[in-house]
């Protein structure tokens, strides 16, 4: 089952320039993960953010939580090529599934 | 090196023929997870372990078995295989679950003819 919807579903952008996916979703939170996916291979975990965390940063990426607003944002600076895969935000049920959304596909251009 | 190792990465089989998907990890992680991804449908959870001979059905169980004798495997059993059942499988774990982040494998794509 799908959490929710992230916006937007595909982003295109040049090497150097920022990158913001938006994740929602419907059921209270623990906590909040960002993953990556390059084509068919395994998702990396690039993120979590605790329910009463509103900000995170790690490297170039930084983390946003709204509880208010059931949202999250996902904010990658200076891209870079490598950065080119979908990323999946996920919320943890209390059986430890993770719902993901539908991810982003984004694509960074040389 | 931390990793969650799945097992073979490609298969072809037909329809009937028994399979396992292995998966193991080298973290102690308690929990570990099975996933199937399809286009449109997204990441789905079959299986799940909390902990060594606890297990549980996810979201897709049906045609699966798992078995969680030792913390560091749980492999992935399909009986008899069909044709619906091809997909792009992961395994995943994570130290105690929900409060943690998880670690995926690198997939195994099954093709079931």
């Known amino acids: 089952s799908q959490q929710g919807e992230e916006d937007p579903q595909a982003l295109s952008i040049q090497e150097g320039e920022n990158a913001t996916m938006n994740c929602s979703y419907k059921?209270?939170?623990?906590?909040l993960q960002w993953y990556r996916q390059n084509s068919g291979r395994g998702l990396v975990h690039l993120i979590l953010i605790r329910s009463n965390e509103r900000e995170k940063h790690s490297g170039r990426l930084r983390v946003t939580l709204d509880t208010s607003k059931k949202s999250s944002s996902l904010l990658i600076t200076a891209s870079r090529a490598a950065d080119t895969a979908s990323y999946f935000c996920a919320t943890p049920s209390n059986t430890g599934k993770l719902i993901f959304g539908q991810g982003t596909t984004l694509q960074v251009k040389p | 090196e931390a990793q969650v190792t799945q097992n073979p990465r490609y298969l072809i089989t037909v329809t009937g023929k028994k399979l396992t998907v292995t998966c193991s990890q080298n973290m102690n992680h308690e929990y570990m997870s099975w996933y199937r991804q399809d286009p449109g449908l997204g990441l789905r959870q079959i299986y799940y372990?909390?902990?060594?001979?606890?297990?549980d059905k996810g979201d897709v169980p049906e045609g699966y078995k798992v078995s969680r004798k030792e913390k560091r495997n749980f492999p992935l059993i399909l009986e008899s295989p069909s044709p619906n059942q091809t997909s792009l499988y992961f395994c995943?774990?994570?130290?105690?679950?929900?409060?943690?982040?998880?670690?995926f494998g690198s997939g195994t794509r099954l093709t079931v003819v």
């Open positions: 059921t209270s939170i623990n906590n």
């Open positions: 995943a774990s994570s130290l105690k679950g929900e409060g943690y982040g998880y670690t």
């Open positions: 372990s909390m902990n060594v001979e606890v297990t």
